[in-house]
């Protein structure tokens, strides 16, 4: 059986809860909140169906390369990152209308993810120093 | 976005096996079993991933109208109901049940309007209409 590229997402904006299809990719990132794993999307922020970040990462690392842990509540879309701030630890994604969105990247994590990015770049445009802070 | 059609599921419960797409019209009904909500294809068993038949079906409720809250653990797809069992309180999914045939479960209080809802699905207002007693 196939995979489309999307997965079950329910949305509180629209009221009731309903359900919504949404590609993988287009999350920014997943985070563990209260029991709830919420998927940020650049101008969106659903609940998953999923309450374990380790069920949520074994599926996703299961389907797609797009994501890596970056902290232990959260899972990053790594092709997401606009700009990683290794001091402070926080990862920025593209900007929607004005608002930035970014999640925390624990220090356990950072020199992983920056290696990652750093390669991502080097695959992409030949430079690093741009993302990098 | 809206729902495309397809339930995101997995083959293993702890999502090793990666996301497969669902199309609905393929789901018999949904169960919740050990605190999981369970799809039931004609021969597969998937993990679904929500934390609470109730969210699934506050999800689920106003989208697709096939899918019917049958009992407190079930919800089925009733397009794919062949056979009502009214004794038992069963639904079957062919018209000519075997011992190990699926089924799901409606609750006595329901049973009469899974087949209002049945008869009606069929175009039909007759009780025998596809619908076996």
């Known amino acids: 059986m196939n995979w489309n590229g999307t997965i079950n997402v329910t949305s509180e904006e629209d009221g009731h809860g309903a359900i919504h299809s949404v590609k993988l990719d287009d999350f920014l990132f997943f985070v563990l909140e209260e029991r709830q794993i919420l998927g940020h999307t650049a101008d969106r922020v659903y609940r998953l169906p999923w309450g ?3 069920m949520l990462a074994n599926l996703i690392s299961a389907s797609s390369d797009q994501f890596e842990k970056v902290d232990k509540a959260c899972l990053a879309n790594v092709h997401k990152i606009k700009r990683l701030d290794t001091k402070l630890g926080i990862a920025h994604f593209a900007v929607n209308g004005g608002r930035e969105k970014k999640c925390f990247v624990a220090e356990s994590h950072m020199k992983r993810i920056q290696s990652f990015l750093e390669k991502l770049q080097r695959s992409e445009t030949g430079s690093s120093e741009e993302m990098l802070g | 976005m809206a729902w495309d059609g397809t339930f995101s ?3 293993t419960e702890d999502g090793s ?3 497969v797409s669902v199309p609905a019209e393929d789901v018999l009904f949904f169960s919740f079993d050990r605190n999981l909500v369970v799809a039931h294809t004609e021969h597969m068993v998937y993990f679904a991933g929500w934390d609470s038949l109730d969210r699934f079906w506050k999800a689920i409720q106003g989208v697709d109208s096939r899918f019917y809250r049958t009992d407190r653990n079930y919800i089925a797809n009733l397009s794919r109901i062949r056979k009502l069992d009214f004794e038992w309180c069963r639904g079957y999914f062919e ?3 075997n011992p190990r045939s699926k089924f799901c479960y409606i ?4 049973i009469r309007e899974v087949h209002r809802r049945l008869a009606f699905m069929n175009g039909s207002t007759s009780p025998q209409n596809g ?3």
């Open chain 2, 95 to 97: 018209e000519h049940p």
């Open chain 2, 131 to 133: 619908v076996g007693t």
């Open chain 2, 17 to 19: 096996a990666g996301f």
């Open chain 2, 9 to 11: 599921l997995t083959e």
């Open chain 1, 52 to 54: 374990s970040l380790k």
């Open chain 2, 107 to 110: 609750a006595r209080i329901r």
